[in-house]
């Protein structure tokens, strides 16, 4: 790997610069012509140019460097020295490569969009290429934002849980990292036009001013990705003055960035100003804002088509891969279910869709059982009013999580459980039918029913694990830790025609099998790789069993080729220098050195070169050497690259797998939540509700009841009340007599 210096850019001496003396591009030193920038100024000039709105990291050796204005927001938010070279036109800083994601995110959440550029080469493959002698290559490969931060270093699905097994009680921010889209179908459809009349291009970005007109009644239209777990929320709803429907959705969703077109009404904008529910500043929602050409219902058909066209190149050159008929399967449902909504609807789709392409997250949109409408008839929305007033999830005082309702229910024991409890309080339930189906299932689980198998003991979050794997941005050691807990599950499946609860025997019984495909994954790979820990290190060419991949196997038939013949030239030089028992000497990650006693050194023949020495020996490379040795090393970097390719397209095996896992996850995510409503109903004090038929006396009548949340925070006993609500007030006074 190319070291601080490739690139033909001498290490010069730095020195730490004063703030008032740190400068932007624009102030560097310029001699008698043009400035002269060094290739990787260059580079950075070029990508900073394309991408203005992104802090820059730029692999350079064995670091990551920021330049210029960057190097002033890293110094800012990393608390690291800006320094610059005596002959650089930047100032600049740089971060160690192991540490690059810790501090991405650091910059994330300080509220900046991040970006990585990485070199695409390699000194070995370089040097027999035809850039030979250019400096190394870049490109901006990753793009991150609050709402895009997956991962293992970004967004660690193996740390969800405490020591105990049990997960913790959520801050309000930790609900979920939807990204979401707002538009205002007729008002910016008129604001729009007027915008292109009185700039030259609609698309430059700039945002125009706002109307003056205060809009009591505006149609608008939302869609919401959580990029973690892959759903998709869309909706279009009229609102009034207030945007309390606007409102509603947002404190449902809880995104944490938002993309919005130039501009919005002006109650839209103010909703959006005031709307921060997080209690620590770096959960503060993102706002991005996009150009009028992307909210533009011919340029969103095409984004929508362009995203969910079918790969048919099995055959081509092409780096992409065929889709497997269950992709493709689903990728035709998702185009029929975006092609039936509205134009507004479709617009926020588009946009949504452009806006996530730059941070390789696209195939999110490509299963229709990802997309679900916002409205459900078996559900009763909570408004925001109604969320906030009975903190339900937070506590007005210190916008945690204590001492809420959620704080009291919460006996989940999975973190997709209790990501799904969060969901169903937020719409309880609206049929009589659904809601005694749900009572009964819960009955039967506080009698013990399938309790061994309920105890998910230190399952990590298999909803955003499962997500991962299909993104092809999981680790190994994620992949392999995922697949022992779905076998783990799967080899204790409870026997439905145990169960009496309707509800708890379709559930199991809907549960599906995934032996084979476990069986699949696991027959691949080797035992090396099933039995690795969070600090093992294993190569990835390492990952697979004899013969899984041919391509591997050509590339490590090249590599023993290659070390053979260094083995075979070993024997000349042992006869050359008399030494019958010499072996290659690795000094300082140098290779394949032939270490000779000073005493020794006249038997070395003059064209063998000196690599280094110390007072007792010599070390030597011979021509032969130097000409074997660069073909190990390239045979060892195609191996690396064989072997990421490998593990994509082993990845990628999982897409067509990918909802039969989901539905099996969302299965276990409902038999937990209903588990811990057990946990809840068999605490002293609790009782079955009886909820009556639509066409009996409305009534609400509670007997001794206590105030839950007020109960579990004080030291003291409660004092029950009871109470009598119904619409016929002399039944109510008859049952009261």
């Known amino acids: 790997?190319?070291?601080?210096?490739?690139?033909?850019?001498?290490?010069?001496?730095?020195?730490?610069?004063?703030?008032?003396?740190?400068?932007?591009?624009?102030?560097?030193?310029?001699?008698?012509?043009?400035?002269?920038?060094?290739?990787?100024?260059?580079?950075?000039?070029?990508?900073?140019?394309?991408?203005?709105?992104?802090?820059?990291?730029?692999?350079?050796?064995?670091?990551?460097?920021?330049?210029?204005?960057?190097?002033?927001?890293?110094?800012?938010?990393?608390?690291?020295?800006?320094?610059?070279?005596?002959?650089?036109?930047?100032?600049?800083?740089?971060?160690?490569?192991?540490?690059?994601?810790?501090?991405?995110?650091?910059?994330?959440?300080?509220?900046?969009?991040?970006?990585?550029?990485?070199?695409?080469?390699?000194?070995?493959?370089?040097?027999?290429?035809?850039?030979?002698?250019?400096?190394?290559?870049?490109?901006?490969?990753?793009?991150?934002?609050?709402?895009?931060?997956?991962?293992?270093?970004?967004?660690?699905?193996?740390?969800?849980?405490?020591?105990?097994?049990?997960?913790?009680?959520?801050?309000?921010?930790?609900?979920?990292?939807?990204?979401?889209?707002?538009?205002?179908?007729?008002?910016?459809?008129?604001?729009?036009?007027?915008?292109?009349?009185?700039?030259?291009?609609?698309?430059?970005?700039?945002?125009?001013?706002?109307?003056?007109?205060?809009?009591?009644?505006?149609?608008?239209?939302?869609?919401?990705?959580?990029?973690?777990?892959?759903?998709?929320?869309?909706?279009?709803?009229?609102?009034?003055?207030?945007?309390?429907?606007?409102?509603?959705?947002?404190?449902?969703?809880?995104?944490?960035?938002?993309?919005?077109?130039?501009?919005?009404?002006?109650?839209?904008?103010?909703?959006?100003?005031?709307?921060?529910?997080?209690?620590?500043?770096?959960?503060?929602?993102?706002?991005?804002?996009?150009?009028?050409?992307?909210?533009?219902?011919?340029?969103?058909?095409?984004?929508?088509?362009?995203?969910?066209?079918?790969?048919?190149?099995?055959?081509?050159?092409?780096?992409?891969?065929?889709?497997?008929?269950?992709?493709?399967?689903?990728?035709?449902?998702?185009?029929?279910?975006?092609?039936?909504?509205?134009?507004?609807?479709?617009?926020?789709?588009?946009?949504?869709?452009?806006?996530?392409?730059?941070?390789?997250?696209?195939?999110?949109?490509?299963?229709?059982?990802?997309?679900?409408?916002?409205?459900?008839?078996?559900?009763?929305?909570?408004?925001?009013?109604?969320?906030?007033?009975?903190?339900?999830?937070?506590?007005?005082?210190?916008?945690?999580?204590?001492?809420?309702?959620?704080?009291?229910?919460?006996?989940?024991?999975?973190?997709?459980?209790?990501?799904?409890?969060?969901?169903?309080?937020?719409?309880p339930l609206a049929n009589k039918a659904d809601i005694d189906e749900r009572l009964t299932a819960v009955e039967e689980l506080m009698g013990g029913a399938i309790s061994d198998f309920l105890q998910f003991k230190n399952i990590p979050d298999l909803e955003r694990a499962i997500c991962r794997i299909y993104y092809k941005k999981c680790t190994v050691f994620e992949f392999v830790v995922t697949l022992k807990a779905f076998d783990t599950l799967v080899s204790s499946l409870p026997d439905a025609t145990d169960l009496e609860s309707p509800l708890l025997k379709s559930l199991v019984k809907d549960i599906p099998n995934l032996q084979e495909d476990l069986d699949y994954f696991f027959s691949t790979l080797t035992e090396e790789a099933l039995e690795m820990t969070n600090n093992t290190k294993i190569e990835t060419s390492n990952l697979f069993k004899k013969g899984a991949f041919k391509g591997l196997t050509k590339r490590k038939k090249e590599i023993k080729d290659a070390e053979k013949n260094l083995e075979e030239h070993l024997a000349e030089i042992r006869k050359i220098l008399g030494l019958a028992s010499l072996e290659y000497k690795t000094v300082s990650n140098q290779e394949y050195l032939v270490e000779v006693k000073e005493a020794q050194a006249k038997r070395v023949p003059n064209n063998w070169v000196q690599v280094s020495a110390t007072k007792l020996v010599k070390r030597y490379q011979t021509p032969t050497i130097k000409e074997l040795l660069p073909k190990l090393q390239q045979a060892r970097e195609r191996l690396v690259l064989e072997a990421k390719n490998s593990w994509d397209t082993f990845l990628g095996n999982f897409a067509g797998r990918y909802e039969k896992f989901r539905k099996f996850v969302q299965n276990i995510a409902v038999l937990d939540v209903l588990s811990s409503f057990s946990t809840l109903a068999s605490k002293e004090g609790y009782c079955k509700p009886t909820i009556l038929d639509a066409a009996a006396n409305q009534q609400i009548s509670i007997v001794a009841g206590r105030h839950p949340i007020v109960e579990a925070l004080i030291d003291a006993s409660f004092v029950p009340n009871s109470i009598h609500l119904c619409e016929d007030v002399n039944a109510g006074r008859k049952e009261k007599e």
């Open 1 to 427: 790997e190319a070291g601080e210096g490739e690139d033909g850019e001498e290490e010069e001496e730095e020195e730490e610069v004063p703030k008032k003396g740190r400068g932007a591009a624009s102030k560097a030193k310029v001699g008698k012509g043009a400035v002269k920038y060094t290739p990787l100024e260059q580079q950075f000039l070029s990508i900073k140019k394309a991408h203005p709105d992104l802090v820059l990291m730029v692999e350079h050796g064995y670091r990551y460097r920021f330049f210029d204005a960057d190097a002033e927001v890293a110094h800012k938010v990393l608390k690291v020295a800006v320094f610059k070279p005596k002959s650089a036109n930047f100032a600049g800083t740089s971060v160690p490569t192991h540490r690059v994601h810790i501090h991405a995110r650091r910059l994330v959440q300080a509220g900046y969009k991040v970006g990585l550029v990485t070199q695409t080469e390699t000194a070995a493959l370089k040097a027999i290429s035809g850039t030979k002698g250019k400096p190394m290559t870049r490109a901006l490969t990753q793009v991150y934002t609050k709402s895009t931060l997956i991962g293992q270093d970004m967004d660690p699905i193996l740390t969800s849980l405490d020591e105990d097994g049990e997960a913790s009680v959520p801050e309000f921010a930790s609900m979920g990292h939807y990204l979401m889209c707002i538009y205002e179908e007729s008002d910016n459809d008129n604001k729009k036009k007027k915008f292109e009349e009185d700039n030259d291009e609609a698309d430059n970005g700039e945002v125009p001013n706002k109307a003056t007109s205060s809009h009591e009644s505006v149609n608008i239209c939302i869609v919401a990705v959580q990029t973690s777990t892959g759903d998709i929320i869309y909706d279009s709803f009229q609102d009034g003055f207030m945007r309390s429907e606007l409102e509603t959705r947002l404190y449902h969703i809880n995104p944490i960035e938002i993309v919005l077109p130039p501009s919005l009404s002006d109650q839209t904008e103010k909703l959006l100003r005031s709307f921060n529910p997080h209690k620590k500043a770096e959960d503060k929602v993102a706002i991005e804002r996009s150009t009028w050409e992307e909210f533009n219902i011919v340029k969103a058909d095409k984004n929508i088509k362009k995203f969910l066209e079918i790969k048919k190149n099995k055959n081509s050159d092409d780096e992409d891969e065929e889709d497997d008929e269950e992709v493709v399967q689903g990728k035709q449902r998702a185009l029929a279910l975006i092609s039936s909504l509205g134009n507004g609807l479709r617009t926020t789709m588009g946009a949504l869709m452009g806006y996530v392409n730059a941070f390789s997250l696209h195939s999110l949109f490509f299963l229709d059982c990802n997309y679900r409408h916002f409205h459900s008839a078996r559900y009763m929305t909570l408004d925001s009013s109604t969320l906030v007033n009975l903190e339900v999830f937070q506590n007005q005082a210190t916008k945690l999580g204590k001492g809420t309702l959620f704080w009291v229910m919460d006996f989940t024991k999975t973190v997709m459980g209790r990501r799904l409890l969060m969901e169903w309080m937020k719409k």
